[in-house]
């Protein structure tokens, strides 16, 4: 069993920046890979980055690569998200989510945190 939480979201104006923290406990051995997902009101959950135990593999997703950093802790059981240049239309929960492959579907994690609301003004 893993427990995530995640933390680091809020109200933010356009152009600002981010960072998003992602820690896991219980049997965080047992998971490689650590992602984030988001979800707007209306729209699909949908994948934003991952990365694997090391950190240095990594998949984004077309809309948030040059913007968007994952970042996978030494200890491997947390996972930042560095977003910059926030845009109004990033505005979702973000979800922390973990699992054995990199993989760009929810289907594919087993283990989901709670969710962290980004909210971005124009």
């Known amino acids: 069993q893993v427990q995530l939480v995640e933390s680091g979201g809020g109200l933010v104006q356009a152009g600002d920046s981010l960072r998003l923290s992602c820690t896991a406990s219980g049997h965080t051995f047992s998971y490689y890979v650590m992602g984030w997902f988001r979800q707007a009101p209306g729209k699909e959950r949908e994948f934003v980055a991952a990365?694997?135990?090391?950190?240095?593999?990594?998949l984004y997703a077309d809309s948030v690569k040059g913007r968007f950093t994952i970042s996978r802790a030494r200890a491997q059981t947390t996972v930042h998200l560095q977003i910059n240049s926030l845009k109004p239309e990033d505005t979702a929960v973000y979800y922390c989510a973990a699992g054995n492959s990199m993989a760009v579907v929810a289907h594919a994690y087993d283990y989901w945190g709670q969710g962290t609301q980004v909210t971005v003004s124009l």
């Open positions: 990365a694997g135990w090391s950190g240095g593999s990594t």
